[in-house]
C-alpha cells in the first residue's frame, strides 16, 4: 500500500517521515506537475506531490491532471488524499474549517484534461459518488482525532479560475445549496477513478467567497493556508494508521466494465500510454 498527497510543497516536511527522497516520473502526458517526494510514515509508504509545483508557479487551469495521477499510479499509490484551499459559501463553514467534500458542480470550461480516454479507446465510469467513501470516512475520523473543526460532507463547485467568483456567481452557487468553491480538485477525482485509485478531499476553508460581501483578497488566503499547515500535517500523519491495506471498495474495480472499444481497433500506442491503467483488463 502506498499513499499520495496532494497539497502543498511543505506537507512532506512532518516528524517522522523517514527514507526521505525525491523522484522525478516520465509519463505518457508529460511532466507532472514536479518531482514526487517519497518516504514512509509510521511504516506506511507514502509520495507527496505539490499540486501548483515547488514555489506555485502553475495556474489551475494548466495544471497536468493525467499526468499527475499517471504518475500516481506508477508508483503504486492506490489512495490519494488531496488537500485544497477553497472559498466557504455556508456561514457555518468558517475560515480555517475543512471539510470533508463527498460531491462536485462543474464550473470549468472544458478545456481542461480529465479523462485518460481518448485517441481510440473509449471507456466509461461511475462518478455518482466522486469520492472513496470509505477513505473520506477515515479522513473525517482523523480531522475530528486532532481537534481540527470540520464537516462531514458537502458539495465542492470547481470554478476555472483563475480569477476568484463574480458576487453574482457567489450567490448563485449558495442558492445551489453548494458548501465550498475551488479551482482544482474535480479533474483529479475523475482521472483516479478511472486509474482505479481511492480519492478522498480535505477541503481546507481560507474565507467565505465574496457572497459575505467581503472582497477575497489573497492575503487573507494566505494566512488563513499558513495556519493550516500544521494541522494538514497533523490529519495526514493520524489517518494513515487507520486505513486498512486490502481494498473492498467500488473504486478498485471502477474500470472493469468501463472499457467499450474493441480491444483489437485499440492503438497499440494508446495500449502502451495506458497500460498501467487498463493492463489488467486490456492486454499490451
Known sequence: MRIGIIGGSG??????MENIRAEKVITPFGEPSDEFILG????IEMAFLPRHGKGHKILPSELPFRANIWAMKKLGVDRIISLSAVGSLKEEIEPGHAVVIDQFIDRTRGIRDATFFGSGIVGHVTFADPVCNYLAGKVYEATKEIGWTSHKGGTYVCMEGPQFSSRAESHLYRSWKADVIGMTNLQEAKLAREAEICYATIALA??????HEEDVTVDQ???V????IEKSKDAVKAVVTKIKEERDCPCSTALEFGIVTNPQLIPQQTKNDLDIIIGKYIKS
Open 225 to 228: 493556508m499558513a495556519s493550516n
Open 221 to 223: 488566503v494566505l494566512t
Open 206 to 211: 481560507t474565507d467565505y467567497d465574496c457572497w
Open 40 to 43: 514512509s510514515l509510521n511504516g
Open 11 to 16: 506537507l512532506y516536511e512532518m516528524e517522522g
